[in-house]
């Protein structure tokens, strides 16, 4: 039952030791991304085995087996995978696509692997600090630069002490109930929990604490901004899209097979940090004239609408927190693919003016960068407009009003930015090309990435399909919870 793992963790092992005598980084990419889709193989094998034969969800109350870390490890998987593809040629122009950065990102994987599949909190500890040392390090591997080193050690120190926190709530915990596991665990809590309510709400609380550091949620969000501009590309990307993904399964866990029963305790404190991350990071992105610090407060913003789906904790709302966490995914994979494929070796994009007149060079590029910004603001008919139009419905359903108004006005609020960047690549001027200055635009640049192209082309044409056609993904995203 562990063979999803085991192939990441053997593909991983095997990376590392081919990548110290051979230097090819297309190869090793390729052996990385085949062991994810051998992964993908072995995930679905094994889910269809379990179902028809009746098997246990809970394995010696230590693993899940259940819709939920299925879909939460697919869907771990194929970003991954996707990731990984998207950033073949940017890894090669900046030399950071040796064995060591493949082998990471799939400890990387493995990590959130495990967390997805966690039963018992010592298991989504360990699963948690695999993924997060291994991200640690990638941020680090533009050693040469000095903000990617800064960046990796801002990193490094708030994610410890988000750990620390998560720990010190799982030890309080622990000291009121005496257990570990998840299932036992739920069904104490509503009985030990009149006992202990201080001991317990103080574990809860800081549990909260550490799994917001980990969502780059306000009022613990100040090492995102740094971390996207810092980071190299391509490992930003894993930042806003599979770390996110592994700390909604970690939210999963904990307040819906954990503490479920004391929603009274965390549900104000989520609608907090909720509200307070869309209007932090709808008002700060304005100001960014980075695209890398603009999609990091853009991040903040879309985990706060994340987060109010979440403080309903009903079955319907977990899943259209997971539906609106794929419409993210998506949106950003789809961004930030345009702009990896337009980093070549002698001219990047970093600031937002730099994709002046897009549209006169690669339209097609300019027209799936249009679909991610306007699909990020939740213009319709496109994926971000459906997420964004559910959890307001629902909002509105569980008589939350003010939550519904506050919602769709701060999303007024943000579109700006996202329009801006419209307007740069649509209405501005491209810049005349100085002899003297390579050109940011080669026109043969995408011929050299045909793999990468078809990806971007993918996720962007997801974005307006499952848009017009949402049904059958929020289905999907019901049947999970």
Same mark, same amino acid.
């Given at each position: 039952m562990w063979i999803p793992e085991g192939i990441v963790l053997l593909a991983a092992i095997i990376i590392l030791l081919t990548g110290l005598r051979l230097k090819n980084a297309k190869l090793l990419a390729g052996l990385a991304r085949f062991s994810l889709l051998l992964t993908m193989l072995a995930t679905i094998l094994i889910k269809t085995y379990s179902w028809k034969h009746h098997l246990d969800t809970l394995i010696s109350e230590?693993?899940? @087996?259940?819709?939920?870390?299925?879909?939460?490890?697919? !869907?771990?998987?194929? +970003?991954?995978?996707?990731?990984?593809?998207?950033?073949?040629? $940017? +890894?090669?122009?900046?030399?950071?696509?040796?064995?060591?950065? $493949?082998?990471? !990102?799939?400890?990387?994987?493995?990590? @959130?692997?495990?967390?997805?599949?966690? *039963?018992?909190? @010592?298991?989504?500890?360990?699963?948690?600090?695999?993924?997060?040392?291994?991200?640690?390090?990638?941020?680090?591997?533009?050693?040469?630069?000095?903000?990617?080193?800064?960046?990796?050690?801002?990193y490094f120190v708030t994610g410890a002490l988000a750990s620390g926190l998560l720990l010190y709530g799982i030890s309080l915990i622990y000291g009121a109930t005496g257990q570990l596991a998840f299932v036992p665990l739920m069904q104490d809590l509503g009985v030990i929990a009149n006992g202990h309510s201080l001991l317990i709400s103080f574990g809860v609380i800081c549990i909260l604490v550490g799994v917001a550091f980990k969502l780059g949620v306000a009022p613990f969000h100040m090492w995102v901004p740094d971390i996207y501009e810092g980071a190299p590309?391509?490992? @930003?990307?894993?930042?806003? +899209? +599979?770390?996110?993904?592994?700390?909604?399964?970690?939210?999963?866990?904990?307040?819906?097979?954990?503490l479920a029963p004391l929603g009274s305790i965390w549900q104000p404190l989520v609608q907090f940090l909720a509200l307070l991350s869309i209007l932090v990071g709808n008002t700060a992105a304005i100001a960014q004239s980075n695209f890398q610090r603009m999609l990091a407060y853009s991040s903040i913003a879309h985990m706060g609408y994340l987060l109010l789906a979440v403080q309903l904790n009903t079955e319907s709302a977990w899943s259209v927190a997971l539906f609106y966490m794929?419409?993210?995914?998506?949106? !950003?994979?789809?961004?930030?693919?345009?702009?990896?494929?337009?980093?070549?070796?002698?001219?990047h994009i970093k600031q937002i003016n730099d994709l002046c007149g897009l549209h006169q060079r690669h339209p097609w590029l300019a027209f799936i960068l249009l679909l991610a910004m306007f699909s990020l603001a939740g213009v319709p008919p496109l994926l971000g407009f459906m997420a964004k139009w559910q959890i307001v419905q629902m909002l509105i359903e569980q008589q939350q009003i003010g939550y519904a108004i506050t919602a769709m006005l701060l999303t007024i609020v943000g579109a700006y930015y996202y329009l801006r960047?419209?307007?740069?690549? $649509?209405?501005?001027?491209?810049?005349?090309?100085?002899?003297?200055?390579?050109?940011?635009?080669?026109? *043969?640049?995408?011929a050299v990435q045909p793999t990468a192209s078809i990806m971007a082309a993918l996720c962007g044409g997801s974005l307006l399909f499952l848009g017009i056609f949402p049904a059958q993904l929020l289905q999907f995203c019901l049947q999970v919870f």
């Amino acid at each position: 039952m562990w063979i999803p793992e085991g192939i990441v963790l053997l593909a991983a092992i095997i990376i590392l030791l081919t990548g110290l005598r051979l230097k090819n980084a297309k190869l090793l990419a390729g052996l990385a991304r085949f062991s994810l889709l051998l992964t993908m193989l072995a995930t679905i094998l094994i889910k269809t085995y379990s179902w028809k034969h009746h098997l246990d969800t809970l394995i010696s109350e230590l693993w899940f @087996m259940d819709h939920i870390a299925f879909v939460m490890k697919l !869907t771990i998987e194929i +970003t991954a995978w996707f990731v990984l593809g998207l950033g073949v040629h $940017y +890894t090669q122009h900046e030399d950071i696509g040796s064995g060591e950065y $493949y082998a990471l !990102t799939l400890f990387a994987v493995l990590g @959130m692997l495990i967390v997805a599949s966690a *039963a018992h909190f @010592m298991v989504l500890f360990v699963g948690l600090e695999l993924f997060s040392l291994a991200i640690y390090a990638l941020v680090a591997s533009q050693c040469h630069i000095s903000i990617g080193i800064e960046a990796a050690i801002k990193y490094f120190v708030t994610g410890a002490l988000a750990s620390g926190l998560l720990l010190y709530g799982i030890s309080l915990i622990y000291g009121a109930t005496g257990q570990l596991a998840f299932v036992p665990l739920m069904q104490d809590l509503g009985v030990i929990a009149n006992g202990h309510s201080l001991l317990i709400s103080f574990g809860v609380i800081c549990i909260l604490v550490g799994v917001a550091f980990k969502l780059g949620v306000a009022p613990f969000h100040m090492w995102v901004p740094d971390i996207y501009e810092g980071a190299p590309l391509s490992v @930003m990307l894993w930042i806003a +899209t +599979t770390a996110k993904i592994a700390a909604f399964a970690i939210l999963v866990r904990l307040l819906w097979n954990v503490l479920a029963p004391l929603g009274s305790i965390w549900q104000p404190l989520v609608q907090f940090l909720a509200l307070l991350s869309i209007l932090v990071g709808n008002t700060a992105a304005i100001a960014q004239s980075n695209f890398q610090r603009m999609l990091a407060y853009s991040s903040i913003a879309h985990m706060g609408y994340l987060l109010l789906a979440v403080q309903l904790n009903t079955e319907s709302a977990w899943s259209v927190a997971l539906f609106y966490m794929l419409s993210y995914v998506i949106g !950003t994979l789809t961004a930030v693919a345009v702009i990896l494929l337009l980093q070549h070796k002698h001219a990047h994009i970093k600031q937002i003016n730099d994709l002046c007149g897009l549209h006169q060079r690669h339209p097609w590029l300019a027209f799936i960068l249009l679909l991610a910004m306007f699909s990020l603001a939740g213009v319709p008919p496109l994926l971000g407009f459906m997420a964004k139009w559910q959890i307001v419905q629902m909002l509105i359903e569980q008589q939350q009003i003010g939550y519904a108004i506050t919602a769709m006005l701060l999303t007024i609020v943000g579109a700006y930015y996202y329009l801006r960047i419209i307007k740069v690549i $649509y209405f501005d001027d491209l810049q005349p090309l100085d002899p003297a200055k390579p050109n940011i635009y080669p026109p *043969a640049l995408l011929a050299v990435q045909p793999t990468a192209s078809i990806m971007a082309a993918l996720c962007g044409g997801s974005l307006l399909f499952l848009g017009i056609f949402p049904a059958q993904l929020l289905q999907f995203c019901l049947q999970v919870f």
